[in-house]
């Protein structure tokens, strides 16, 4: 088996055939638990090593990046929108419209999407 190294973890890999650059190491014991987590993979005393905390390193990244481009389409359009809209808004509305925002903000701390005020629609 063929595999790529970056940053000490495997980024490229081929079961058959050759990648220019590459190192040959024996194939990892479950092929299917390495193709969908390949790079939580290190060599390690010349065979791949899975590393769990390298693993929920990059879950963690994932969700964040997916949390992003939700807080990028479900809050930021309505944050984002002029003065003519913000002044049809209660007192109310404009404080959990405000909590709602700083919650967004913070969503790659707490990893969890914040729920949308009922009444944004």
């Known amino acids: 088996m063929q ?6 973890y495997v980024s490229s890999y081929a079961f058959e055939g050759n990648i220019v650059g590459s190192i040959e190491v024996p194939d990892p014991p479950d092929q299917e638990h390495f193709k969908a987590h390949y790079s ?14 390298q693993n929920k390193e990059i879950e963690r990244k994932a969700l964040c990046e997916e949390l992003r481009q939700r807080r990028e389409t ?8 002029g003065q003519p809209w913000y002044d049809r808004l209660t007192d109310e509305q404009k404080a959990e419209l405000s909590a ?5 903000l ?3 701390d ?6 949308k005020p009922s ?3």
């Open 3 to 8: 595999i790529m190294i970056e940053n000490g």
């Open 106 to 108: 913070k969503v790659t």
């Open 110 to 115: 707490t990893l969890t999407a914040p729920e």
């Open 40 to 53: 939580a993979y290190r060599v390690k005393d010349g065979v791949l090593a899975y590393d769990e905390k």
């Open 100 to 104: 709602w925002y700083a919650d967004w």
């Open 74 to 81: 479900e809050c930021f359009s309505y944050i984002n929108r």
């Open 119 to 121: 009444w944004l629609y």
